[in-house]
């Protein structure tokens, strides 16, 4: 079966960095496009990056340009979200999400708090 696992996630400080990454396992993980979302307390879920299946289109959320990099490793089936110069308002539980067959599939999440 598809499972998603993120992690990586934790309290980071203004200004800092972080890397979280998305285990895939199930499907075939070099043929579908990746993405991360997130969902801040009393908000919807909104995206914040996808990727292509060979990494060479990505998209971002305007609010993360510049400073968020997602990348995927194939042969690890792997999908990391590099945040960089991150801010309080970064602070939600982010969910990597993919469309396996018509079929949308979710992680269970991991809580990025950006605070000093």
């Known amino acids: 079966q598809v499972q998603l696992v993120e992690s990586g996630g934790g309290l980071v400080q203004p200004g800092g960095s972080r890397r979280l990454s998305c285990a895939a396992s199930?499907?075939?993980?070099?043929?579908?496009?990746m993405s991360w979302y997130r969902q801040a307390p009393g908000k919807e879920r909104e995206l914040v990056a996808g990727?292509?299946?060979?990494?060479?289109?990505?998209n971002y959320a305007d609010s993360v340009k510049g400073r968020f990099t997602i990348s995927r490793d194939n042969a690890e089936n792997t999908v990391y979200l590099q945040m960089n110069s991150l801010k309080p308002e970064d602070t939600a539980v982010y969910y990597c999400?993919?469309?396996?067959?018509?079929?949308?599939?979710w992680g269970k999440g991991t809580l990025v708090t950006v605070s000093s």
């Open positions: 199930g499907f075939s993980f070099s043929s579908h496009t």
């Open positions: 990727i292509a299946s060979t990494g060479r289109i990505t």
């Open positions: 999400r993919g469309v396996v067959r018509g079929a949308i599939y």
